[in-house]
């Protein structure tokens, strides 16, 4: 079975400071790689996706891709509190053409003023 | 562009009740995905559709949900009779073409609280 690995925090930093979250996936095969933005009560946002090993930079935004250690990551620089909420780090589905999204279970994510 | 739609917003039933949830995608998205989502995890795919067809169910508790998306737009998600382990966010999310790349957009949800 795929599965997609978040530590679940909570994760603390102070206002300003870089956030960095990480992710682990199981299924080898896997194409592409999303990040969503899920504030309390809200649904999933999306914020970023990669699908090349490497650094990809969206603003204050950096996913980083490492496919031989099925690792993905993401920094957030110059935190703001308005950043304060929960991860999901989202592996697309390798196989066929289902397309399929397997999420963690989510970083909390809390930005101190 | 407007987002994915979806009614109700809230929902509680008791147990063994039905309820079913609805859901319209973005114009022109063919596929269309329902979620569960349960507090503090991420959403599980529960069955996809690709116009009207389904694509994969292989998560869906077939004993007691139903979906379906007829005409290849609007879809419902139904649930009969429910559970106490039901409570959860319902999300609908619809995906296109971004960048080059399919993308998945979500709805706002529909959240089930089964007494």
């Known amino acids: 079975q795929k599965e997609v690995e978040q530590n679940s925090g909570p994760l603390s930093v102070p206002e300003g400071a870089i956030a960095s979250l990480n992710c682990t996936y199981s299924d080898r095969g896997s194409q592409s790689f999303f990040w969503y933005r899920q504030y309390s009560g809200k649904s999933p946002e999306l914020i970023m996706f990669?699908?090349?090993?490497g650094d990809k930079e969206d603003g204050r935004f950096t996913a980083q891709l490492n496919k031989a250690s099925q690792y993905v990551s993401l920094l957030i620089r110059d935190s703001q509190p308005s950043d304060s909420a929960t991860y999901l780090c989202a592996v697309k589905d390798s196989s066929g053409s289902a397309r399929q999204l397997t999420f963690g279970s989510g970083t909390q994510l809390t930005v101190l003023p | 562009e407007a987002g994915v739609a979806q009614s109700p917003r809230y929902k509680i039933i008791e147990k063994r009740q039905s309820v079913a949830f609805w859901c319209n995608p973005i114009s022109g998205h063919a596929t269309l995905y329902w979620y569960q989502q349960i507090l503090g995890q991420g959403p599980k795919l529960l069955i996809q559709?690709?116009?009207?067809?389904?694509?994969?169910d292989s998560q869906l508790p077939k004993d007691r949900f139903s979906a379906e998306r007829l005409k290849g737009v609007d879809s419902t998600l139904k649930i009969q009779p429910a559970k106490l382990e039901d409570s959860a966010v319902y999300l609908c999310?619809?995906?296109?073409?971004?960048?080059?790349?399919?993308?998945?957009?979500f709805g706002p949800g529909t959240r089930l609280l089964v007494l």
């Open positions: 999310a619809s995906s296109g073409t971004s960048g080059g790349r399919e993308t998945q957009y």
């Open positions: 990669i699908y090349s090993n």
């Open positions: 559709f690709q116009n009207n067809g389904v694509v994969d």
